[in-house]
């Protein structure tokens, strides 16, 4: 435990004995490797942190400025004619300098190139007091007891505290090239603090501050350079694990980044992350067989460092993992760090392998600081708190032992709090000695876009860096890497690839609708022209419209399980709302042309409808309007409501009440007038009136002749012959003519009957495409409003 990166110079690092028996090759200094023509190889190139040279005509360019040449250098770099000397590169361990030997890199570490102070650190986040606390809930009964009852408890007993700090004042710093660890107990404020840093809470519900390079960081800034690794891992199960990186490249990396180069991209990183066995293998869930817990792991922080981040946060990636696939997890992180990032993790309890790859830690207790300083110190901080480490024994381990047996005490870990404040206070002059300068905010970030990092930098985008005085012009980054169009295909081809794998899921729609269709055409087989045909008829038509919109309910899971997905994507700009909205619409829309034509064929000849071939395509376009709108509906409720089963009982519900409103039931001049502006919400009204004007619009066709006005009365019982003397007395007292085959009542008179004549069935066939445009505008803005990821 003597050996701990912080009591080395920066990126002079030493192996410990463990690494040295595993045989893991690390010389301690990092090199960046182009592909170059064999003449021109190197061994390596340094990557160590210059001071910054004296001011000159150059250090007047801004960051745009900067940004702008790496952009072209980039361009040129993808272009036919320019050189192969800038191909991607390779960050590895080992290696050394032309022309030097390892004692002078050594030395050139140790003194930061000829600066007197040692090499500056490009990159320090630095956090000060930060401060978080929320609403707690009152607990006690429903009902509150009355005031003289037995039993009855004190108010002031009764109610529970009103607020719960989970951050309590924590400060500390994580630097580039380091992995700073958050250790404690569940609930002691580990996830808290990590989305206090990766600004996952609200400004006006934290209190203190968190900069990097001494600089503030802006929101949309902080999107861009930095990268959040969430605890679960939320990947499409059915995509393997190099399509999965490949998409996030897409997503990631600049349209003017060649595709070949976005390939080599995520080849390097398969090594680097060690998933090059499982390159061709699916994501896997729990009915399908994909990659081991550790494998998607690493996948899951492959997807968000895509875009090779400055920042990286991590919460507990190791949670769930055995011990060996926790140390790869690890591994990797570290690797990342020494490429030139600040990783900063929460873990609950690592073993002795992952404790000697971490450079710093922070204990927490109930939102409180126990400790914070290198592993190294761990031991000499219990002595001096009267509990020392046993020699055989995780320090870790110990501490969270420690700090959970204090925890159970009436005053909790205040003592080792108080502790580590002295603690803090007696090692700061020791600390300050060792600090290093560092780079300006502006300095740094264009320093490691100059070596290749942050790959999604471009300068034609919105977020811009606060300049240090008035007159300086704003440094711009681009928020989304990728133009709208570029967004929406990626998106679309990543659906159809989805779609395309999981059939069964169209498949089992399909079945659906065919069946429904089978049922109702042989229900409703070849119904004639009589009254009772014409009954028949509304029925048929008004459960087969409230069957389309019932079936669009299987929209409902798409985006749910898919949600949690989206949030991650978008938290970090990966693409637009309206890019994921668009191309949701797109994939899902042939599916509703295929079953809207089953649907079709399967009842319109089977039922006997009428309008020929230009009834049945208006048949077709209603039921497929009806299916746009449905689908419309649900998603929009799915981007509401988060979870299935809320989801279903909203949705059938809504849907019973549609019906109910449509003028099936009840005539709309027959609805209370307090209840008309529901019959015009219905989404049942405009299909269901449409599919009626389209059978009964044609003046000619006559469905009640003579006899048949008899029918559907008591006088239905007579006989025949009675019946036609009935129809002569009648037209003898009227003194209108009325035989056996005179037209009673036509098409157009039953639609007027039955109150539908306020629309034109080309009306009620746009109104219905209207609401499902207007149900998508819906779900974008539900998407908008519900998708801040922050706390409150």
Same mark, same amino acid.
């Given at each position: 435990?003597?050996?701990?990166?912080?009591?080395?110079? &920066?990126?002079?690092?030493?192996?410990?004995?463990?690494?040295?028996?595993?045989?893991?090759?690390?010389?301690?200094?990092?090199?960046?490797?182009?592909?170059?023509?064999?003449?021109?190889?190197?061994?390596?190139?340094?990557?160590?942190?210059?001071?910054?040279?004296?001011?000159?005509?150059?250090?007047?360019?801004?960051?745009?400025?900067?940004? /702008?040449?790496?952009?072209?250098?980039?361009?040129?770099?993808?272009?036919?004619?320019?050189?192969?000397?800038?191909?991607?590169?390779?960050?590895?361990?080992?290696?050394?300098?032309?022309?030097?030997?390892?004692?002078?890199?050594?030395?050139?570490?140790?003194?930061?190139?000829?600066? @007197?102070?040692?090499?500056?650190?490009?990159?320090?986040?630095?956090?000060?007091?930060?401060?978080?606390?929320?609403?707690?809930?009152?607990?006690?009964?429903?009902?509150?007891?009355?005031?003289?009852?037995?039993?009855?408890?004190?108010?002031?007993?009764?109610?529970?505290?009103?607020?719960?700090?989970?951050?309590?004042?924590?400060?500390?710093?994580?630097?580039?090239?380091?992995?700073?660890?958050?250790?404690?107990?569940?609930?002691?404020?580990?996830?808290?603090?990590?989305?206090?840093?990766?600004?996952?809470?609200? /400004?006006?519900?934290?209190?203190?501050?968190?900069?990097?390079?001494?600089?503030?960081?802006?929101?949309?800034?902080?999107?861009?350079?930095?990268?959040?690794?969430?605890?679960?891992?939320?990947?499409?199960?059915?995509?393997?694990?190099?399509?999965?990186?490949?998409?996030?490249?897409?997503?990631?990396?600049?349209?003017?980044? $060649?595709?070949?180069?976005?390939?080599?991209?995520?080849?390097?990183?398969?090594?680097?992350?060690?998933?090059?066995?499982?390159?061709?293998?699916?994501?896997?869930?729990?009915?399908?067989?994909?990659?081991?817990?550790?494998?998607?792991?690493?996948?899951?922080?492959?997807?968000?460092?895509?875009?090779? $981040?400055?920042?990286?946060?991590?919460?507990?990636?190791?949670?769930?993992?055995?011990?060996?696939?926790?140390?790869?997890?690890?591994?990797?992180?570290?690797?990342?760090?020494?490429?030139?990032?600040?990783?900063?993790?929460?873990?609950?309890?690592?073993?002795?392998?992952?404790?000697?790859?971490?450079?710093?830690?922070?204990?927490?207790?109930?939102?409180?600081?126990?400790?914070?300083?290198?592993?190294?110190?761990?031991?000499?901080?219990?002595?001096?708190?009267?509990?020392?480490?046993?020699?055989?024994?995780?320090?870790?381990?110990?501490?969270?032992?420690?700090?959970?047996?204090?925890?159970?005490?009436?005053?909790?870990?205040?003592?080792?709090?108080?502790?580590?404040?002295?603690?803090?206070?007696?090692?700061?002059?020791?600390?300050?000695?060792?600090?290093?300068?560092?780079?300006?905010?502006?300095?740094?970030?264009?320093?490691?876009?100059?070596?290749?990092?942050?790959?999604?930098?471009?300068?034609?985008?919105?977020?811009?860096?606060?300049?240090?005085?008035?007159?300086?012009?704003?440094?711009?980054?681009?928020?989304?890497?990728?133009?709208?169009?570029?967004?929406?295909?990626?998106?679309?081809?990543?659906?159809?690839?989805?779609?395309?794998?999981?059939?069964?899921? &169209?498949?089992?729609?399909?079945?659906?609708?065919?069946?429904?269709?089978?049922?109702?055409?042989?229900? &409703?087989?070849?119904?004639?022209?009589?009254? /009772?045909?014409?009954?028949?008829?509304?029925?048929?038509?008004?459960?087969?419209?409230?069957?389309?919109?019932?079936?669009?309910?299987?929209?409902?899971?798409?985006?749910?399980?898919?949600?949690?997905?989206?949030?991650?994507?978008?938290?970090?700009?990966?693409?637009?709302?309206?890019?994921?909205?668009?191309?949701?619409?797109?994939?899902?829309?042939?599916?509703?042309?295929?079953?809207?034509?089953?649907?079709?064929?399967?009842?319109?000849?089977?039922?006997?409808?009428?309008?020929?071939?230009?009834?049945?395509?208006?048949?077709?376009?209603?039921?497929?309007?009806? &299916?746009?709108?449905?689908?419309?509906?649900?998603?929009?409720?799915?981007?509401?409501?988060?979870?299935?089963?809320? @989801?279903?009982?909203?949705?059938?519900?809504?849907?019973?009440?549609?019906?109910?409103?449509?003028?099936?039931?009840?005539?709309?001049?027959?609805?209370?007038?307090?209840?008309?502006?529901?019959?015009?919400?219905?989404?049942?009204?405009?299909?269901?009136?449409?599919?009626?004007?389209?059978?009964?619009?044609?003046?000619?066709?006559?469905?009640?002749?003579?006899?048949?006005?008899?029918?559907?009365?008591?006088?239905?019982?007579? $006989?025949?012959?009675?019946?036609?003397?009935?129809?002569?007395?009648?037209?003898?007292?009227?003194?209108?003519?009325?035989?056996?085959?005179?037209?009673?009542?036509?098409? $157009?008179?039953?639609?007027?009957?039955?109150?539908?004549?306020?629309?034109?069935?080309?009306?009620?066939?746009?109104?219905?495409?209207?609401?499902?445009?207007?149900?998508?505008?819906?779900?974008?803005?539900?998407?908008?409003? @519900?998708?801040?990821?922050?706390?409150?």
């Amino acid at each position: 435990m003597s050996r701990f990166v912080d009591k080395l110079p &920066f990126f002079d690092r030493r192996s410990s004995a463990m690494e040295e028996a595993e045989d893991i090759p690390r010389s301690g200094l990092l090199h960046m490797h182009h592909n170059q023509p064999p003449h021109h190889q190197h061994s390596g190139l340094l990557m160590q942190p210059q001071p910054s040279p004296p001011a000159t005509k150059q250090s007047s360019y801004t960051l745009a400025q900067l940004l /702008k040449r790496v952009n072209e250098a980039r361009s040129d770099a993808s272009s036919p004619t320019s050189s192969p000397t800038h191909s991607h590169y390779t960050i590895e361990l080992g290696g050394s300098m032309p022309g030097s030997t390892g004692s002078d890199l050594s030395d050139h570490n140790m003194h930061g190139g000829g600066g @007197g102070d040692g090499p500056l650190l490009p990159f320090v986040l630095k956090f000060t007091d930060l401060t978080y606390s929320v609403k707690q809930r009152k607990k006690g009964p429903c009902l509150p007891a009355l005031p003289f009852s037995r039993g009855s408890v004190d108010p002031a007993e009764a109610e529970a505290p009103r607020m719960k700090t989970l951050l309590d004042n924590i400060s500390g710093e994580a630097r580039e090239g380091e992995i700073m660890a958050v250790l404690g107990a569940s609930g002691s404020g580990k996830s808290t603090l990590i989305d206090a840093l990766a600004n996952r809470i609200v /400004k006006e519900s934290l209190h203190g501050s968190v900069t990097l390079n001494g600089e503030s960081l802006d929101s949309n800034l902080l999107k861009v350079i930095s990268a959040y690794v969430m605890q679960d891992d939320l990947l499409y199960p059915m995509l393997t694990v190099e399509e999965t990186l490949m998409f996030a490249a897409e997503f990631r990396l600049p349209r003017s980044l $060649p595709t070949k180069e976005k390939k080599k991209r995520v080849q390097v990183l398969i090594d680097q992350l060690g998933l090059r066995n499982a390159a061709n293998t699916i994501i896997g869930d729990e009915g399908h067989r994909g990659v081991s817990g550790g494998e998607r792991r690493r996948v899951s922080i492959g997807v968000d460092i895509i875009h090779d $981040p400055i920042v990286l946060f991590l919460d507990e990636p190791t949670s769930g993992l055995d011990s060996t696939s926790a140390f790869m997890v690890v591994k990797v992180l570290q690797r990342i760090a020494q490429s030139g990032s600040v990783v900063v993790m929460s873990i609950h309890q690592p073993s002795y392998r992952i404790l000697g790859l971490l450079d710093r830690l922070l204990f927490l207790s109930r939102g409180q600081t126990v400790y914070y300083g290198p592993p190294g110190a761990l031991p000499s901080f219990f002595d001096d708190f009267g509990k020392p480490i046993p020699g055989n024994e995780n320090p870790t381990e110990f501490a969270l032992d420690l700090i959970r047996e204090l925890e159970t005490m009436p005053d909790g870990a205040r003592d080792l709090v108080e502790h580590n404040k002295k603690w803090q206070t007696r090692m700061a002059p020791k600390m300050k000695h060792h600090e290093k300068p560092t780079l300006s905010l502006k300095e740094a970030i264009s320093a490691s876009i100059s070596r290749g990092k942050l790959v999604s930098g471009a300068t034609d985008g919105s977020v811009s860096l606060r300049p240090e005085s008035a007159a300086a012009p704003a440094a711009a980054v681009s928020k989304f890497a990728n133009p709208f169009w570029v967004e929406m295909g990626v998106l679309t081809r990543r659906a159809f690839i989805n779609t395309k794998r999981t059939p069964e899921i &169209f498949i089992i729609r399909l079945a659906a609708v065919l069946v429904t269709g089978f049922i109702l055409a042989t229900i &409703f087989w070849r119904l004639d022209d009589s009254p /009772k045909g014409v009954q028949e008829r509304l029925g048929f038509f008004a459960i087969a419209m409230s069957t389309m919109f019932y079936t669009c309910s299987d929209a409902l899971p798409v985006f749910l399980n898919e949600r949690y997905i989206f949030l991650r994507e978008t938290a970090y700009n990966a693409y637009r709302r309206s890019s994921y909205v668009l191309s949701h619409t797109v994939v899902g829309f042939p599916s509703l042309i295929v079953l809207s034509f089953a649907f079709a064929l399967t009842t319109f000849f089977a039922v006997g409808l009428a309008g020929g071939a230009e009834g049945f395509f208006f048949f077709v376009a209603i039921v497929l309007a009806s &299916f746009w709108a449905g689908s419309g509906f649900a998603t929009f409720l799915s981007g509401v409501v988060t979870n299935v089963m809320l @989801g279903y009982p909203v949705v059938v519900s809504t849907l019973a009440y549609f019906l109910l409103f449509s003028g099936f039931f009840i005539n709309r001049d027959r609805i209370p007038s307090y209840w008309i502006w529901f019959h015009y919400l219905s989404l049942v009204k405009y299909p269901y009136e449409a599919v009626m004007q389209n059978e009964f619009s044609d003046p000619r066709k006559c469905f009640v002749r003579g006899i048949q006005m008899f029918d559907n009365t008591p006088l239905a019982v007579l $006989p025949p012959a009675l019946k036609v003397r009935v129809l002569q007395a009648m037209s003898q007292s009227l003194g209108v003519d009325i035989g056996t085959r005179t037209c009673i009542t036509t098409g $157009p008179d039953f639609l007027k009957q039955q109150a539908v004549n306020d629309l034109t069935k080309w009306d009620c066939l746009w109104i219905t495409v209207a609401w499902g445009f207007l149900f998508r505008i819906l779900f974008y803005i539900s998407l908008l409003l @519900g998708s801040r990821n922050k706390r409150r």
